[in-house]
């Protein structure tokens, strides 16, 4: 079975510095897809990026971007220039191919962003 | 922009009633899930459907049942709740299809006393 490990509860970052957040996961498949979802205080959990393991170039959003390392199973995000905004719960998600949009989840990191 | 509604954003149940959680998707999306979240545990899977009336079991069904008889609404029904199950309850919805990410709802914090 697919797991994903996010081995920061708890991550604090000063505005307008960059942060990163970790995720690692554990398959034997070659094909898969990632995801960092975040959940702000008001609970609706967005979709912040998303990776395809077959493309080597790592996603980028605005800023908000990855640093994919598949032989690792390293699946990090980098926020840059972070706002008072940011501040939320991050959970990297991983799905195999063929099951229906099963997301496998990680236990979440807690970004504080601070002035 | 695809929205996902959750009945409620809190209940408070007794043990032992029957309670019923909704959830209605916008986006004619094939995939609905349910989730539960639990600190330090993350979002784990209860239950799923790719069609309606189509239900897999995901990771912790027990004390569970779903029931999806239209495309845009999937319930969770706890069938007789026990305090365990105190938890905040997450709906989703995805279009077919490789790698659709999952669009959620706001979530309902359930209390059983």
């Known amino acids: 079975a697919q797991t994903v490990t996010q081995s920061q509860p708890e991550m604090s970052v000063q505005e307008a510095e960059t942060v990163t957040l970790s995720c690692t996961y554990d398959?034997?498949?070659?094909?898969?897809?990632l995801f960092w979802y975040k959940q702000p205080p008001s609970r609706q959990m967005i979709l912040v990026i998303r990776?395809?393991?077959?493309?080597?170039q790592n996603a980028t959003e605005n800023r908000f971007s990855v640093n994919f390392q598949k032989a690792a199973k390293s699946f990090s995000l980098k926020i840059s220039d972070s706002q008072l905004g940011d501040a939320a719960m991050y959970f990297c998600?991983?799905?195999?191919?063929?099951?229906?949009?099963?997301?496998?989840f990680g236990t979440g990191t807690r970004l504080q962003v601070t002035l | 922009d695809v929205k996902v509604t959750q009945s409620s954003r809190y209940l408070v149940k007794r043990t032992g009633e029957k309670v019923f959680l909704e959830c209605v998707q916008d986006m004619d999306h094939e995939n609905m899930f349910w989730y539960r979240q639990d600190p330090g545990l993350g979002l784990r899977l209860i239950y799923f459907?790719?069609?309606?009336?189509?239900?897999e079991k995901g990771d912790i069904p027990e004390g569970y049942s779903v029931s999806r008889e239209k495309k845009e609404r999937f319930s969770l029904i706890l069938e007789s709740a026990s305090t365990n199950q105190t938890s905040m309850y997450l709906c989703?919805?995805?279009?077919?299809?490789?790698?659709?990410?999952?669009?959620f709802g706001d979530g309902t914090r359930l209390s059983i006393l």
């Open positions: 459907s790719y069609d309606v009336k189509m239900k």
């Open positions: 989703a919805s995805s279009q077919a299809g490789i790698g659709q990410p999952q669009h």
């Open positions: 990776q395809e393991a077959y493309k080597q």
């Open positions: 398959t034997s498949e070659s094909d898969y897809y």
């Open positions: 998600a991983y799905l195999r191919p063929g099951t229906a949009s099963k997301l496998t």
